[in-house]
């Protein structure tokens, strides 16, 4: 059963922008943490932003200044608004959220940033 699926990426431009969505369905536990990594070509997955319980985030350096991760709690949706991408920003991105005891994956959504 799918509960983190994400939605968004696609072919843009370097300087562009782009908006991922993840969205939670059926029966997901509470989580504390909710994050935004990614995988890119022949590189080990990495951390880009995450968003806590309170409200507090916290970004990779590399995308600092040009990413916002937020959440609509009503919609049960974390967004990643990526501005001014880059080509090393090209990756398959993934949701991660995490409680005390669940941890769930998407199955990504890829970005190319390529003119």
């Known amino acids: 059963q799918e509960q983190l699926k994400e939605s968004g990426g696609g072919l843009v431009q370097p300087g562009g922008s782009l908006r991922l969505s993840c969205t939670a369905s059926?029966?997901?536990?509470?989580?504390?943490?909710q994050a935004w990594y990614r995988q890119g070509p022949g590189k080990q997955r990495e951390l880009v932003a995450s968003i806590y319980d309170g409200g507090t985030t916290n970004y990779a350096d590399s995308v600092l200044g040009r990413f916002t991760i937020s959440r609509d709690s009503d919609k049960n949706t974390v967004y990643l608004q990526m501005t001014d991408l880059k080509p090393e920003d090209t990756a398959v991105y993934y949701c991660?959220?995490?409680?005390?005891?669940?941890?769930?994956w998407g199955k990504g959504t890829s970005v190319t940033v390529s003119s």
């Open positions: 059926g029966s997901i536990s509470r989580v504390n943490i």
């Open positions: 991660h959220w995490m409680g005390k005891a669940v941890d769930y």
